[in-house]
């Protein structure tokens, strides 16, 4: 496929919410197309420029862990913290109360290991005459060394993402013979951004250890 590259992501922990669940945290089963678009995009992107995933490899099998986590209930406004910048005022900000803070179990996914296919795109803010082998040269000498504009993570900032280029071909999954091929209902595909921020979803489904994503456009994406 054109202007595609595949990068190998995994990590000990991750949490993929639902969008269903409100309060607690609630995994999907396997990372969502946005989420592995994200990743993309911390090793390089600019705008004019969008990742398309286009498939999922699972490596290992699916895991749960049940965990409880304290989280902060208020967030200090963004107009305060620059504010603060500006004037090196941070003794201003306001402080979190130690009351403030709400604990809430969730439910993770625990050694995920995927291998990620992506293809970029032009965007119609992309320049007249803007070309895709160059910002390609640049994503794939970053990613084989690691380099990242903001460290990738696996849903939540508390569980970073291992990331690599991947240049050869699939390695086999270690599923045992009962996960291959798995229905794993509908999940968030992405944000759709010129209607309102609103959610789409699609019908996911595991064959062989494999996700096959469809374009955002198709009659399967339901908002």
């Known amino acids: 496929m054109p202007h595609s590259v595949i990068l190998r992501v995994s990590g000990a922990r991750a949490c993929f919410s639902r969008a269903e669940f409100k309060t607690e945290r609630v995994s999907y089963d396997v990372i969502t197309p946005s989420a ?85 795109t032009l965007t119609d803010d992309a320049p007249v005459g803007d070309r895709l082998d160059i910002p390609l ?33 699939p390695p086999m999954h270690q599923f045992p013979g009962d996960q291959r091929d798995r229905d794993l209902g509908l999940m968030l595909l992405d944000i759709d951004y010129a209607k309102n921020h609103a959610s789409r979803f699609f019908h996911a489904v595991l064959r062989d250890g494999v996700i096959d994503v469809p374009p955002f456009v198709a009659a399967a994406v339901r908002p």
């Open 36 to 120: 592995a678009r994200g990743i993309f995009d911390s090793v390089y992107w600019r705008p004019g420029l969008r990742w398309i995933i286009d498939r999922i490899y699972v490596l290992n099998p699916i895991r749960f862990q049940s965990l409880s986590r304290n989280e902060i209930g208020d967030r200090i406004p963004v107009a305060s913290v620059r504010h603060a910048m500006r004037n090196g005022a941070f003794q201003t900000l306001p402080r979190i109360a130690a009351d403030n803070r709400q604990r809430r179990a969730a439910t993770i996914l625990v050694e995920v290991d995927y291998l990620i296919t992506a293809r970029l």
């Open 137 to 169: 040269g640049i994503f794939t000498r970053r990613a084989r060394r690691g380099q990242c504009f903001r460290f990738p993570c696996l849903g939540t900032r508390e569980f970073p993402a291992d990331v690599m280029l991947w240049e050869g071909s």
